[in-house]
């Protein structure tokens, strides 16, 4: 079965492709929904890197480290949407990069220490260096950036507003309560979150999708 491989990556990649023709066809291509397509691109990249690596057997480690690049934009890309879409000072979007940016140049110079453990169908697993203090900078943000949305849904006075607001959080929810839920049931998963998680984040691209066609929506009634 190893023919099949990498092969839901591969389904996943091509829908997120749709997403991202709908978003660019039927949004008012507002900043928001420009970041939105930015998240569900990278989701796409990822899938790609993971067809590639586990499907087509291109396995050296700069083609892991360049699908942990993909990975590692997805936190701080997360919260400039948010940022964005609660018209926030654009000077905090650079200070959600600084982690990012961080990770991508200490795993450029340690490279080799990069390399897949397993593939299967569903998932890959991989080996790289500082794992623990990769994911609490890495959550840090997503958790960050729940707490705006939240922040934003309890100072909103017009409910009907809100709207956006929950689709928002209910996107971020959907790919970090499950990850959670797996844990906890399933410590083992740890060694496989980062390939899981976008699989999950697929239901967080669709989520942006209704997210920025929402808001076109919104902006033809006021």
Do not use: H
């Amino acid at each position: 079965m190893s023919e099949l491989n990498g092969i839901i990556s591969l389904l996943i990649a091509c829908l997120e492709l749709l997403l991202i023709i709908n978003i660019l066809i039927f949004s008012k291509r507002r900043k928001e929904d420009i970041a939105g397509i930015f998240l569900i691109a990278l989701l796409l990249v990822y899938q790609s890197f993971e067809f590639i690596i586990c499907n087509l057997n291109f396995t050296s480690s700069l083609t892991v480290y360049l699908a942990f690049v993909a990975i590692t934009l997805l936190s701080p890309a997360g919260i400039t949407l948010v940022i964005l879409f609660y018209s926030y000072k654009i000077k905090y979007v650079f200070l959600a990069y600084v982690p990012a940016v961080f990770w991508i140049i200490y795993y450029f110079f340690t490279i080799s220490n990069f390399e897949v453990v397993k593939c299967s169908m569903l998932y890959a697993a991989y080996n790289y260096p500082l794992g623990f203090w990769y994911g609490l900078t890495y959550y840090a943000v997503i958790l960050l950036t729940l707490i705006i949305i939240v922040f934003n849904i309890r100072k909103t006075k017009r409910p009907e507003l809100n709207k956006q607001n929950y689709i928002l959080l209910t996107a971020f929810l959907s790919f970090t309560l499950p990850m959670m839920i797996a844990y906890f049931l399933y410590p083992l998963i740890v060694e496989v979150i980062e390939s899981v998680m976008c699989k999950f984040a697929f239901l967080f691209a669709v989520l942006l999708t209704y997210f920025s066609l929402e808001g076109r929506k919104r902006s033809e009634l006021t």
